[in-house]
């Protein structure tokens, strides 16, 4: 603990409703359907145990706000045992499961410096067409966030009670979820961090 204490300097998110399309359709992005079959990337995605922790997280999203809209039902996070049961992949309740609850928000007890990204559209539910659910590719509906996770997600750090310092980078030049890691201003700002940080700890083993 004392480890972690003196060297983690991190933030963690409430996951992101994009998740959701990965295990009911494939995630494949822009990529053309005619170039990448979604069904046969489906069936890896739902091997993935990451695409569970990824996805929205109960406290954040309300048991009456629908996420999946589909021809014949709608569904939340909160209904996810029946979402998996109705795209036909019931072992999926079971890796939910083994997420559910330890992926709950979690006051980390470290210093925590949050940098996110804003201002560009973001998955906040997908809608399939007649016929479409679940072997086809969605509509997206689109929210606040950083294009991979959604606003309220990001600013679940500003809970955390060691919050350090919040930075948040608007557009989709600098403050989206990948191109971030692109941004000058983020790079320098990390790096007076590390220094600051490799100079406590000079000072604590001297």
């Not at 069904?39 to 048991?63: D, G, H, T």
């Not at 809970?159 to 989206?176: A, C, H, Q, S």
Request: net charge negative; charged share 30%; with cysteine.
């Amino acid at each position: 603990k004392q480890w972690y204490q003196r060297r983690v300097r991190a933030g963690v998110f409430g996951g992101a409703v994009k998740s959701i399309r990965a295990l009911v359709s494939g995630e494949i992005e822009s990529i053309p359907r005619v170039l990448v079959d979604a069904n046969a990337v489906r069936s890896f995605q739902r091997s993935f145990q990451s695409v569970y922790w990824l996805l929205p997280r109960k406290k954040l999203w309300e048991k009456d706000e629908p996420l999946v809209f589909t021809e014949n039902r709608n569904y939340t996070i909160h209904e996810m045992d029946e979402l998996f049961e109705d795209i036909g992949f019931p072992a999926g309740k079971e890796l939910f499961a083994s997420t559910d609850g330890s992926i709950d928000f979690v006051e980390p007890d470290v210093d925590v410096y949050c940098i996110h990204g804003s201002d560009v559209p973001t998955a906040a539910g997908f809608r399939w067409k007649k016929k479409y659910f679940p072997d086809y590719q969605p509509d997206q509906i689109d929210g606040p966030g950083d294009g991979t996770v959604n606003m309220r997600s990001l600013e679940l750090c500003k809970e955390f009670n060691r919050l350090k310092d919040y930075k948040v980078y608007p557009g989709i030049k600098y403050g989206e979820h990948m191109q971030i890691l692109l941004n000058p201003d983020v790079i320098n700002y990390v790096k007076n961090i590390i220094t600051e940080t490799d100079a406590e700890e000079k000072v604590l083993n001297f």
